[in-house]
């Protein structure tokens, strides 16, 4: 099992920054890809980015391309997606997750985290 937990998430003004945090626990987390996702309530979830095992593989929505960036340090169990020059329309809950392999698809994600809401105000 991977536990997940996120942090980071707020409320901020369009055009500002966040770096949401997922720490990882519980079996080998350098061993999984993760991935961001987001969710609004009654939606379903939308893949916002995702990173490969050892970060040398990444790969975004075309809605963050540019302004959202994934990294990961496997020495602290903990995968970042650093959000800049943020919409009103990415106001929602921040999920991460982790699985076998680098994909968009959320079903082939094994592991998920509660979520963090980001709120972006105009």
């Known amino acids: 099992q991977v536990q997940l937990a996120e942090s980071g998430g707020g409320l901020v003004q369009a055009g500002g920054s966040l770096q949401l945090s997922c720490a990882a626990s519980g079996r080998t987390f350098s061993a999984y890809a993760a991935g961001w996702f987001r969710q609004a309530p009654g939606k379903e979830r939308e893949f916002v980015a995702a990173?490969?095992?050892?970060?040398?593989?990444?790969y975004y929505a075309d809605s963050v391309k540019g302004r959202f960036t994934i990294s990961r340090d496997n020495a602290k169990n903990t995968v970042y997606l650093q959000m800049n020059s943020l919409k009103p329309e990415d106001t929602d809950s921040y999920l991460c997750?982790?699985?076998?392999?680098?994909?968009?698809?959320?079903?082939?994600?094994?592991?998920w985290g509660q979520g963090t809401q980001v709120t972006v105000s105009s």
């Open positions: 990173i490969s095992w050892n970060g040398a593989s990444t």
């Open positions: 997750a982790a699985g076998t392999a680098l994909v968009v698809n959320p079903g082939r994600y094994a592991y």
